[in-house]
C-alpha cells in the first residue's frame, strides 16, 4: 500500500441491536472527495438480533463484521481495533453522530503534522482560546476536566491501545476510557475546542440499556475503581484522589436518581462503596445514610427534584 493510499483514520462502531438509530451515525460521516482512501468505516456487531445486517447492506462504504456471540461491550469495542487498519482510531457509538462537514478533516490534519500524538477530545471543551490546544501527560485531564469518558469523545492512536493490555478492562464498560488512562503520561494528546461529536436527537430521550432499573450506578463504581489503579499508571496520589472526588461530589443526587429508578442495594455494592470511599468523613455522614433510604422515598424526592435542587 503507497503512502498516499494509507489507512489514516479507522471510524469504528460498536453497536448491539442498533438498528433504529445506527443510520443517523452513519450518515453523519462525511469523507470528502480526495479522501477517500485515507479514511475507512467498521461496525463491529456484537451478534445483534434486529435487521442490522440487512440495514448496512445499503452502505456499500462500510466494512461490517458480526461476531458469531455477544461478546459484551468491552470486547466488542477492542474487537474494532483488532480490525482497523488505521493510524487512529474513531469509536463511535451507534447512538451518536460526528458534528460538521469538516471534522474528518481537522482531525486528519492533526493526525499527519504531528507523530507524537496519542490522543484527540473531540467532545468540545470552550474555554480554549484557539480550534484545538496539545497538551501534555495529566493535563489533559485537568482542562477537559475529565469530560472525556464518552465512547465517541476521543481518538486513539491503535498501536498505543494495542500496547496497553486491554484486556485489563474487559468488564468493566469502560475499557474505552481505561485504555486512555493508561495511554496518556505518554503521548501528547490534542483537545479540539468545538465539538465535533453529539448524542443522536433520535435517541436523546430514550433510557440507556446500561442505566436500567438505576444500574447506572454500579458502572459509576467500576470506573471509580480504574480510578484506584491511577498511581500504576503513573499519575500522583494526590490526583487519583481527585479524580474520584470528580465522580463522588454527585453521589447523592445519583444515589437517589438510582433508587428512584429501582436499584436494588446489595451487600455487594455496600462494600463497594465502603472499599473505594472509607477514608472520606462525607461519604459516612451523606452518601451512605441516602443509599439506605426506602425506595419509596427516593422516589418521591425524584419526583419533587426541582424543590430540593436535585436535578
Same mark, same amino acid.
Given at each position: 500500500? *503507497? ?22 451515525a ?9 479522501y ?37 461491550y468491552?470486547k ?25 462537514? +469538516?471534522?474528518?478533516? +481537522? ?8 507523530? +507524537? ?14 480550534? !484545538?490546544?496539545? !497538551? ?7 482542562? *477537559? ?38 495511554i ?14 453529539a ?51 454527585? !453521589? ?60
Open positions: 500500500m *503507497s503512502e498516499s493510499s494509507k489507512v489514516i483514520l479507522t471510524i469504528g462502531i460498536p453497536v448491539y441491536n442498533g438498528a433504529k438509530f445506527i443510520g443517523d452513519l450518515n453523519s460521516i462525511f469523507i470528502p472527495p480526495g477517500e482512501n485515507k479514511v475507512e468505516i467498521l461496525v463491529s456487531d456484537n451478534c445483534s438480533t434486529d435487521n442490522i445486517e440487512e440495514l448496512l447492506g445499503h452502505y456499500k462504504n462500510v466494512k461490517y463484521f458480526k461476531n458469531s456471540q455477544n461478546l459484551g468491552d466488542n469495542v477492542h474487537n474494532i481495533f483488532l480490525n482497523a487498519r488505521g493510524i487512529f482510531v474513531w469509536t463511535l457509538a451507534a447512538d451518536d453522530i460526528i458534528c460538521g462537514s +469538516e471534522a474528518i478533516v +481537522e482531525v486528519l490534519n492533526i493526525i499527519e503534522n504531528d507523530q +507524537e500524538i496519542g490522543i484527540i477530545h473531540v467532545g468540545g471543551c470552550p474555554i480554549l482560546k484557539s480550534n !484545538y490546544t496539545i !497538551y501534555e501527560s495529566e493535563f489533559f485531564l485537568e482542562v *477537559s476536566n475529565f469530560n472525556s469518558g464518552a465512547v465517541s469523545s476521543n481518538i486513539i492512536r491503535k498501536n498505543a491501545w494495542l500496547a496497553s493490555n486491554p484486556s485489563d478492562f474487559f468488564d468493566t464498560g469502560w475499557i474505552h476510557f481505561g485504555v486512555v488512562l493508561k496518556i503520561p505518554d503521548f501528547k494528546s490534542v483537545i479540539f475546542k468545538k465539538q465535533l461529536i448524542e443522536s436527537p433520535a435517541t436523546i430521550n430514550l433510557l440507556k440499556s446500561w442505566d436500567t432499573n438505576g444500574n447506572g450506578l454500579n458502572l459509576v463504581l467500576k470506573l471509580v475503581n480504574i480510578f484506584n489503579e491511577m498511581e500504576s499508571f503513573g499519575y500522583s496520589k494526590s490526583f487519583k484522589r481527585r479524580a474520584k472526588m470528580i465522580i463522588k461530589k454527585d !453521589y447523592p443526587k445519583a444515589i437517589i436518581k438510582a433508587k428512584a429508578n429501582g436499584l436494588v442495594v446489595t451487600r455487594q455494592l455496600i462494600y463497594d462503596f465502603i472499599k473505594l470511599y472509607k477514608e472520606y468523613l462525607t461519604f459516612w455522614l451523606i452518601d451512605l445514610p441516602i443509599l439506605f433510604l426506602p425506595n419509596i422515598v427516593c422516589k418521591f424526592i425524584y419526583k419533587n427534584r426541582n424543590r430540593f435542587t436535585i436535578k
